[in-house]
T-cell receptor
Framework: GQQVMQIPQYQHVQEGEDFTTYCNSS?????IQWYKQRPGGHPVFLIQ?????EVKKQKRLTFQFGEAKKNSSLHITATQTTDVGTYFC????????????FGGGTRLMVKP | ETGVTQTPRHLVMGMTNKKSLKCEQH?????MYWYKQSAKKPLELMFV???????ENNSVPSRFSPECPNSSHLFLHLHTLQPEDSALYLC???????????????FGEGSRLTVL
């Protein structure tokens, strides 16, 4: 079955440093979504990427979808303590109905 | 407030108990989901309902039994669970748009289940 891997599992950064999490799928995806889950909270949708090579920005967050539509990344510039949480990617295959396959998540910790 | 409400927020049950988790969405979506989130595994999809018809059952043991009486309500009935079933159970809803434009998931706050 489809697998979505995320690295790293954990990342400690000093406030102000940059952070990147990477997502790799064993199969080609029709789209990829990113979610953020704060400690003790529930996943909240951030963005969806659909096109090969697509890049989208949300303030300090930059999302990329690979040319082969099998990998994606999320980059945060100049992290802040409010960025703390776990970031999940979730891939969707075109022939998989409503099934989104989530990666294991990257837990980001930011030291003030 | 996400528009998806789950009750109870916390549940402790013995292995012989029968309990139910409830989810209600106020967003007018046509698809609802149950996910399991445990400490050592990624978010695991359990069940999907489209227009209250079950479209996915992701090899979930029969001790978990879903029910979707209408497109706004989703239940997860629990019976003779095991301690390893202790986890956060998340309900989500989405608007299935068809094609490659998959609707985003709106998650509830989850039901934290502990099986003794």
């Amino acid at each position: 079955g489809q697998q979505v891997m995320q690295i790293p599992q954990y990342q400690h950064v000093q406030e102000g440093e940059d952070f990147t999490t990477y997502c790799n799928s064993s199969t080609t995806l029709s789209n990829i979504q990113w979610y953020k889950q704060r400690p003790g909270g529930h996943p909240v949708f951030l963005i969806q990427l659909v096109k090969s090579g697509e890049v989208k920005k949300q303030k300090r967050l930059t999302f990329q979808f690979g040319e082969a539509k099998k990998n994606s990344s999320l980059h945060i510039t100049a992290t802040q303590t409010t960025d703390v949480g776990t970031y999940f990617c979730a891939g969707h295959r075109g022939n998989a109905g409503n099934m989104l396959t989530f990666g294991g998540g990257t837990r980001l910790m930011v030291k003030p | 407030e996400t528009g998806v409400t789950q009750t109870p927020r916390h549940l402790v049950m013995g292995m012989t108990n029968k309990k139910s988790l409830k989810c209600e969405q106020h967003l007018g979506h046509n698809a609802m989901y149950w996910y399991k989130q445990s400490a050592k595994k990624p978010l695991e999809l359990m069940f999907v309902y489209n227009f209250k018809e079950q479209t996915e059952n992701n090899s979930v043991p029969s001790r978990f039994s879903p029910e979707c009486p209408n497109s706004s309500h989703l239940f997860l009935h629990l019976h003779t669970l095991q301690p390893e079933d202790s986890a956060l159970y998340l309900c989500a809803s989405s608007q299935d748009l068809g094609g490659v434009n998959t609707g985003e998931l709106f998650f509830g706050e989850g039901s934290r289940l502990t099986v003794l």
